[in-house]
Structures are given as structure tokens and as C-alpha cells.
């Protein structure tokens, strides 16, 4: 109990840190902030200028903008983007459902296919199947994932026409009634089928192009933990007593394997997070990868800080649970820190 | 090739691990890739500029060795005067990355205390952001260009480099041979530069020249994005960028990607024979 709490104020000062950062970058950029949005002919007026600036306060000194900011933020005030002109808390609340499920999707892809994987390349290492399997992982890692994006919705949607167009859904089709935002629960919660199974569809092609590096690097670990579990002396000994070659694998040595699984689950939750910038970009998936794609193009900085402040809160917490799960399902992190 | 050996008697082979061929394929390709960039000029016999706009989007041919693109520029030359901006471009990143992180992990794993705990949460900030939007956010504040898209990938490059950093310092600070220097009574700056850090520079140095691969790939993100080395001239990643229009001229983005492909494969599987071979619990029992 003593180490999670730690952990949590530990996280504290780093929740502050980004926040100084967010707030650092945007008032060290060249751009003046006042002429981006009031327009270079409001610019002209001294008057309009003072007021702007007396509003959001930006005549005060630093620190004090920072406290503003950060009460700003604390109600939920973001700041308005410079193109879409609302309030960027609510374009991120239109756009974050969009990479939640995505992401989910991605890791469940990667988690059925990394997983067992790498589980048959340890088992049977240094055999064909090791080394094919091996020899995909890398390929996989290895590829770049714009060039894959692109390539996928060549072959698959104009050539072979499997794949749906962009978006989430098909043009004609209504979204289902929001209460998660992700459109396959929701349309399963309100009862509409089909709309599930297109949404389904949509989310295929861009889900496996961005879970491809993730299972490559899965697969890599759980092997490589699976590898050093197999080589312990604990094994020898159940083996030794008769047990059946799968009970050791599975009961014995899997739960262990898989500890080194689950940290990885939260670091790759980042790289997903760059991989979707990319392929929402080029699938026209609405997410906040590519809202935060746009937004850096037309230098909307009020937008991409509030994605950055979002995605990097969302990874701190993510790890947070990580480590939560960690302690929880490894009892040498119980005893060590007691 | 044991096998082979007993066919015939007198000849004897050594058995070559095939992490061993691994690596010195991967090797030799970074070699070969690194001498077809440094000789791009006479090697591609084409100016990476110059507009053939009469073949424009011609297939692969003997004229063409990757075809043209849109403009009926020469996509072998582009490809490889392309790698004159991802290279250098890259290894200025890891370098700085290093550089910084060595820096900053020598200091937090040697001082301890207070210094080590301020200087991990400032790591712990800078890996909270995703390196894409992070990157992406200082290239738009500084304008798109190839010198910003390296000065903004540099900025979260270190990070990894301070956490490997500090974990080989604290593990070297308990040796004999420090005990010792700090016995006979050496400054501890001088303890840490001439006796700890150079302990720790293979293991690092190992790790900045895979890296470069990542670099690589990141950079040609970035670009692939507009957020980097700028049009007409070639990177990788804008190689493929400019391609994406004109997807039914595969060639246009599959060679340059192919060539980042390449790249990134060699230095992963470089990695994976190196650490196949350190890591005691994955080599087994030998």
C-alpha cells in the first residue's frame, strides 16, 4: 500500500511538469498569440489589443499566467483552437473516442497474436517456426508504418475492395447514440446490428496496420520473458516430477512469462499513440491523432498543446495501472517493498 | 554443415552460429547503404532535381532504375541523395540524444539523493509525451524544416539515453575500481569522467548506433508529416509523402520506404544478435 502511494505523489510533480512544459512552449513560441486569433486588423487597434490581452491576462507576469492557466484547466478551459474556433476541450471530447477505440482495438490484436506467438517461438527456439516467427516480428517492427498505411489501403480498398472507405462509418449510415463514444458499444447497447458490424468493418483495416509494430514487439518480449522463465530451475523440477510438458508451459511458466507483458502493454500504449497520428492521417480516421496532425500544419498551438497535455496525462495514467496490475500479480514487488 | 563435414572425410567447418551471419549480414548492409549514400553523385548518374517532365511516372526501366515520379525526377537518384538528409539528420538526433542523456544520467546515477530524484521525474515529464506530438509541436513552433525537424526529435531523444545512463552508473559505482579511485582520493568529478562514464560507453555506444535505425524512421515520420526536410528536397520520408499521391506509381513510395526498411531491419537485427548473446537468462544454458 506504501508503494502505491508513493508511486501517486511521486506522479504529482511529474503531472506539474508537463503542465510547466505545455505552458512553457506556448509562450515561448515566435508566434503572437493576440494576432492569431483577434486577426491582423483587430491588430491594428491598440485598443482591441490591450483589451485581449488584459482578458486572458496576458499583461500579468509570468507566474501568474501559469496559475491562470492552470485554474483555466482545472474548469476545463483549454483555450479556443485557432481553426476549428471552439473550445478545444470539446474538439478533443468529439475526437479522443475515435483513438480510444482504435487503440483498444489494436491492443486486442496484438494481444491475441503477440501473445501466443511468442509463447510457440520460446517453446520451440531455435526450430523453423522460431525463426519465421522471429523473422516476422522483425519485419513487422521494421516497416515503416506510413509507407504500411498506405500500401494496406491501396491493395485492400482500391485494388481488392474489401476494405471499407474512411471514417468510422459508411456515409449513409447514422452514428449510434453516444454513451461510451466508441461506436461498436455503443451501437451494440443500443440494439443496432448493423451499424455494429460497420463500424466493425471500418475499424479493421486501420486497427491491424497500426497494431503491425505492436505485435512485432510483443511477440519479441513475451518471447524473451518466456525464454528466461523456461530456463529456470523450477521448471526442471515439475518436469523432473512427471508433469506433462503442457502444464509446464502453461501453468507454470506462463504466469510468470507474462508479468514483463504487462509493462510493455502500457509503454506501447505511447507508440500506439505515434502510429495513430499517422494512420488516422492517412485512413481519415476523426481521431485526435489526426486533429493534432492538422492542428500542427496550421500552427493551431492552443489545439496541439491540449492534445499534448491529454495524451501525456493519459499515459501516466495508463502506466500508473500498470504498475497498479504489476503489484497486484507479481509477489516479489509485495515482499520487496513491504 | 556438421553433416556435410562427415560426408566427406579431412574437411572440417566451424559451425557458424547464425547469430554470427546475422550480424555481419546486417552489418555489411548498413555498410553498402552507407557507401551508395556517400557516393550518391556518381552513382545515380542523374541530378536528384532535374525534371525529365517528357517520362514523367515511368515504371522502373533501364534508364530509370526506380522509375520517375511526378515531375520526372529519377527516383534512384532521390533515393539516394535522400539518404544525404535522413543520415546525417538522424545521427545528429542520436548524437544529441546521447550526448544529453549520458550527461544528465552519469550526473543523476553518481550524485544520488535529491539531484537523482529531480532529474528522474524531469525524464519521467519528457517520456509522458509521446515523442510524435512532442516533436511535432516544437517543429511547428520553429517552422518546418529539415535543421527543426532534427533540433525537435533531439529534444525527446534523450530521455532513454538518461535512464540506460543512470542504471550502468549506479551499477559501476560499486565496483572495486571506483571504490578504489574514490579510496586513493581522486576528485569524484574525475572519478566520474575518466573512470565511471568510460565503463559505461560500450554498452551506450552499442545502443546509439542501433538507435540510429529508430532515428531514421522517426525522422521520416516527421517529414512524411510536412514537419521536416521540406520539398524539392529529397528525404526519405518526404520520398514517400510525395508518393502517397500518385499511389498507382507504386515505385515512387515503395523504393524510399523499402530503403528505410532495410535500414531499420539491419540495425534491429543487430540489436537482437547483440542481445541474444549478453543477456545470460535468454542465452541459456551453453
Given at each position: 500500500?506504501?508503494?502505491?502511494?508513493?508511486?501517486?505523489?511521486?506522479?504529482?510533480?511529474?503531472?506539474?511538469?508537463?503542465?510547466v512544459i505545455?505552458?512553457?512552449?506556448?509562450?515561448a513560441?515566435?508566434?503572437?498569440?493576440?494576432?492569431?486569433v483577434?486577426?491582423?486588423?483587430?491588430?491594428?487597434?491598440?485598443q482591441?489589443?490591450?483589451a485581449?490581452?488584459a482578458r486572458w491576462?496576458?499583461?500579468k507576469?509570468?507566474?501568474?499566467q501559469?496559475?491562470?492557466?492552470i485554474?483555466?484547466?482545472?474548469?476545463?478551459?483549454?483555450?479556443?483552437?485557432?481553426?476549428?474556433?471552439?473550445?478545444?476541450?470539446?474538439?478533443?471530447?468529439?475526437?479522443?473516442?475515435?483513438?480510444?477505440?482504435?487503440?483498444?482495438?489494436?491492443?486486442?490484436i496484438?494481444?491475441?497474436?503477440?501473445?501466443p506467438?511468442?509463447?510457440?517461438?520460446?517453446v520451440?527456439?531455435?526450430?523453423?517456426v522460431?525463426?519465421v516467427?522471429r523473422?516476422?516480428?522483425l519485419?513487422g517492427?521494421?516497416?515503416?508504418?506510413?509507407?504500411a498505411?498506405?500500401?494496406?489501403?491501396?491493395?485492400?480498398?482500391?485494388?481488392?475492395?474489401?476494405?471499407?472507405?474512411?471514417g468510422r462509418l459508411?456515409?449513409?449510415?447514422?452514428?449510434?447514440?453516444a454513451?461510451?463514444?466508441?461506436?461498436?458499444v455503443?451501437?451494440?447497447?443500443?440494439?443496432?446490428?448493423?451499424?455494429?458490424?460497420?463500424?466493425?468493418?471500418?475499424?479493421?483495416l486501420?486497427?491491424i496496420?497500426?497494431?503491425g509494430?505492436?505485435?512485432?514487439?510483443?511477440t519479441?518480449?513475451?518471447?524473451?520473458?518466456m525464454?528466461?522463465v523456461?530456463?529456470?530451475?523450477?521448471?526442471?523440477?515439475?518436469?523432473?516430477?512427471?508433469a506433462p510438458?503442457?502444464?509446464?508451459?502453461f501453468?507454470?511458466?506462463?504466469p510468470?512469462a507474462?508479468?514483463?507483458v504487462?509493462?510493455?502493454?502500457g509503454?506501447?500504449?505511447?507508440?500506439?499513440?505515434?502510429?495513430?497520428?499517422?494512420?488516422?492521417t492517412?485512413?481519415?480516421?476523426?481521431?485526435?491523432?489526426?486533429?493534432?496532425?492538422e492542428?500542427?500544419?496550421?500552427?493551431?498551438?492552443?489545439?496541439?498543446?491540449?492534445?499534448?497535455?491529454?495524451?501525456?496525462?493519459?499515459?501516466?495514467?495508463?502506466?500508473?495501472?500498470?504498475?497498479?496490475?504489476?503489484?497486484?500479480?507479481?509477489?516479489?514487488?509485495?515482499?520487496?517493498?513491504? | 554443415?556438421a553433416?556435410?563435414a562427415?560426408?566427406?572425410?579431412g574437411?572440417?567447418i566451424?559451425?557458424?552460429?547464425a547469430s554470427?551471419?546475422?550480424?555481419?549480414?546486417?552489418?555489411?548492409?548498413?555498410?553498402?547503404?552507407?557507401?551508395?549514400?556517400?557516393?550518391?553523385?556518381?552513382?545515380?548518374?542523374?541530378?536528384?532535381?532535374?525534371?525529365?517532365?517528357?517520362?514523367?511516372l515511368?515504371?522502373?526501366?533501364?534508364?530509370h532504375?526506380?522509375?520517375?515520379?511526378?515531375?520526372g525526377?529519377?527516383v534512384f537518384a532521390?533515393?539516394?541523395?535522400?539518404?544525404?538528409?535522413s543520415?546525417?539528420?538522424?545521427a545528429?538526433?542520436?548524437?544529441?540524444?546521447?550526448?544529453?542523456g549520458?550527461?544528465?544520467?552519469?550526473i543523476?546515477?553518481?550524485?544520488?539523493g535529491?539531484?537523482?530524484?529531480?532529474l528522474?521525474?524531469?525524464?519521467?515529464?519528457f517520456?509522458?509525451?509521446?515523442?510524435?506530438?512532442?516533436?511535432?509541436?516544437?517543429?511547428?513552433?520553429?517552422?518546418?524544416s529539415?535543421?527543426?525537424?532534427?533540433?525537435?526529435?533531439?529534444v525527446?531523444?534523450?530521455?532513454?539515453?538518461?535512464?540506460?545512463?543512470r542504471?550502468?552508473?549506479?551499477d559501476?559505482?560499486?565496483?572495486?575500481?571506483?571504490?578504489?579511485?574514490?579510496?586513493?582520493g581522486?576528485?569524484p568529478?574525475?572519478?566520474?569522467?575518466?573512470?565511471?562514464?568510460?565503463?559505461?560507453?560500450?554498452?551506450?555506444?552499442?545502443m546509439?548506433?542501433?538507435?540510429?535505425?529508430?532515428?531514421?524512421?522517426?525522422?521520416a515520420?516527421?517529414?512524411?508529416?510536412?514537419?521536416?526536410?521540406?520539398?524539392?528536397?529529397?528525404?526519405w520520408?518526404?520520398?514517400?509523402?510525395?508518393?502517397?499521391?500518385?499511389?498507382?506509381?507504386?515505385?515512387?513510395?515503395t523504393?524510399?520506404?523499402l530503403v528505410?526498411?532495410v535500414?531499420v531491419?539491419?540495425?534491429?537485427?543487430?540489436?537482437d544478435?547483440?542481445?541474444?548473446?549478453?543477456?545470460?537468462?535468454?542465452?541459456?544454458?551453453?
Amino acid at each position: 500500500m506504501n508503494y502505491l502511494v508513493r508511486r501517486l505523489l511521486l506522479l504529482v510533480p511529474v503531472v506539474f511538469g508537463v503542465t510547466v512544459i505545455v505552458f512553457g512552449v506556448s509562450h515561448a513560441l515566435p508566434v503572437d498569440p493576440v494576432v492569431a486569433v483577434i486577426g491582423e486588423q483587430a491588430a491594428e487597434h491598440p485598443q482591441i489589443v490591450a483589451a485581449y490581452r488584459a482578458r486572458w491576462s496576458l499583461n500579468k507576469p509570468l507566474p501568474e499566467q501559469y496559475v491562470a492557466f492552470i485554474g483555466n484547466a482545472l474548469h476545463g478551459d483549454l483555450g479556443v483552437s485557432l481553426s476549428s474556433h471552439r473550445p478545444v476541450v470539446q474538439d478533443l471530447r468529439d475526437y479522443f473516442p475515435a483513438t480510444a477505440e482504435l487503440s483498444v482495438c489494436s491492443i486486442l490484436i496484438t494481444i491475441v497474436v503477440a501473445i501466443p506467438l511468442g509463447i510457440v517461438a520460446a517453446v520451440f527456439r531455435g526450430r523453423p517456426v522460431d525463426i519465421v516467427i522471429r523473422a516476422g516480428t522483425l519485419t513487422g517492427a521494421s516497416v515503416p508504418v506510413f509507407w504500411a498505411a498506405l500500401a494496406a489501403l491501396s491493395i485492400f480498398y482500391v485494388h481488392l475492395g474489401l476494405a471499407p472507405g474512411p471514417g468510422r462509418l459508411d456515409t449513409m449510415d447514422v452514428p449510434p447514440p453516444a454513451v461510451t463514444g466508441l461506436y461498436t458499444v455503443d451501437s451494440l447497447l443500443s440494439g443496432r446490428l448493423s451499424t455494429f458490424f460497420d463500424a466493425l468493418h471500418h475499424l479493421m483495416l486501420p486497427a491491424i496496420v497500426l497494431s503491425g509494430v505492436t505485435v512485432g514487439l510483443l511477440t519479441r518480449i513475451m518471447r524473451t520473458s518466456m525464454l528466461a522463465v523456461l530456463n529456470q530451475d523450477y521448471l526442471r523440477t515439475a518436469r523432473s516430477k512427471g508433469a506433462p510438458r503442457r502444464r509446464v508451459v502453461f501453468r507454470h511458466a506462463l504466469p510468470n512469462a507474462a508479468i514483463p507483458v504487462i509493462t510493455v502493454v502500457g509503454l506501447v500504449f505511447g507508440e500506439l499513440l505515434s502510429g495513430a497520428v499517422l494512420t488516422e492521417t492517412i485512413f481519415g480516421w476523426p481521431g485526435i491523432g489526426r486533429y493534432a496532425y492538422e492542428a500542427a500544419t496550421v500552427a493551431d498551438f492552443p489545439a496541439i498543446l491540449g492534445v499534448a497535455m491529454l495524451v501525456a496525462f493519459a499515459y501516466l495514467a495508463v502506466n500508473f495501472v500498470v504498475d497498479l496490475a504489476y503489484f497486484a500479480i507479481d509477489p516479489r514487488t509485495r515482499e520487496a517493498v513491504g | 554443415m556438421a553433416r556435410l563435414a562427415d560426408k566427406i572425410p579431412g574437411l572440417r567447418i566451424r559451425k557458424v552460429a547464425a547469430s554470427e551471419l546475422v550480424f555481419v549480414i546486417s552489418g555489411g548492409v548498413l555498410v553498402l547503404l552507407a557507401l551508395a549514400v556517400i557516393a550518391a553523385g556518381p552513382l545515380a548518374r542523374t541530378d536528384p532535381l532535374a525534371q525529365h517532365l517528357a517520362s514523367r511516372l515511368a515504371p522502373p526501366s533501364a534508364a530509370h532504375w526506380f522509375g520517375t515520379d511526378e515531375l520526372g525526377r529519377d527516383v534512384f537518384a532521390r533515393t539516394l541523395f535522400g539518404g544525404r538528409n535522413s543520415l546525417p539528420a538522424a545521427a545528429v538526433v542520436v548524437a544529441f540524444g546521447f550526448l544529453i542523456g549520458t550527461a544528465l544520467g552519469g550526473i543523476a546515477g553518481f550524485a544520488g539523493g535529491l539531484v537523482d530524484e529531480v532529474l528522474m521525474r524531469l525524464t519521467d515529464i519528457f517520456l509522458a509525451f509521446p515523442m510524435i506530438i512532442l516533436a511535432m509541436t516544437v517543429s511547428a513552433a520553429l517552422g518546418a524544416s529539415l535543421i527543426h525537424g532534427v533540433i525537435a526529435l533531439a529534444v525527446v531523444w534523450w530521455p532513454q539515453y538518461t535512464r540506460v545512463c543512470r542504471g550502468l552508473v549506479l551499477d559501476i559505482k560499486t565496483r572495486e575500481f571506483v571504490l578504489a579511485s574514490h579510496a586513493i582520493g581522486r576528485r569524484p568529478a574525475g572519478i566520474l569522467l575518466k573512470t565511471i562514464l568510460p565503463a559505461a560507453l560500450p554498452t551506450l555506444s552499442v545502443m546509439a548506433a542501433i538507435d540510429i535505425g529508430r532515428a531514421v524512421l522517426n525522422f521520416a515520420m516527421l517529414s512524411f508529416l510536412g514537419l521536416g526536410a521540406r520539398p524539392p528536397a529529397p528525404e526519405w520520408g518526404l520520398l514517400v509523402a510525395e508518393g502517397s499521391q500518385y499511389f498507382q506509381a507504386w515505385w515512387i513510395s515503395t523504393f524510399p520506404a523499402l530503403v528505410v526498411f532495410v535500414m531499420v531491419l539491419a540495425c534491429n537485427m543487430i540489436g537482437d544478435t547483440l542481445r541474444d548473446v549478453t543477456d545470460p537468462w535468454v542465452a541459456g544454458r551453453r
